[in-house]
């Protein structure tokens, strides 16, 4: 009878855990999605959004460069987001606390396994 409970129990936390991350995987998804949409928006005047691209401005970072940067992590660029003193004087404007983390979860898609900067 035990380990039948056990079974239960286990196959409960399963479902579980399972419904959490496909309840999850669609709002990631939009979240990424509204982040593009802003960075086409507002920040792909300046910066490449995409991998392997080269950025109209070339003070400007790509997207790419910025994703695979030492030390970048989800946190860390959405506190650089929230700062508009962190931007350089071309950036002359503020994006919307609701924006950051879509924009920052975009972003992060273009990291890259062994990815090697332009030099």
């Given amino acids: 009878m035990a380990r039948i409970l056990i079974g239960f129990a286990a196959l409960a936390a399963f479902a579980a855990a399972a419904s959490v991350q496909s309840a999850a995987t669609p709002r990631a998804r939009a979240s990424v999605q509204r982040g593009l949409a802003i960075a086409q928006q507002h920040c ?5 959004l995409a991998v392997n691209a080269a950025s109209p401005n070339p003070e400007a970072p790509s997207f790419e460069a910025i994703a695979n940067a030492p030390g970048v992590t ?3 660029l959405r506190r650089f987001l929230r700062d508009s003193h962190n931007y350089p004087a071309a950036m002359n404007f503020t994006i919307k606390r609701a924006h950051i983390r879509d924009l920052a979860d975009y972003t992060l898609t ?7 900067p332009d030099i």
């Fill in 44 to 48: 792909a005047g300046c910066h490449a």
């Fill in 74 to 76: 989800a946190p860390s």
């Fill in 110 to 116: 273009l990291r890259r396994p062994g990815y090697k």
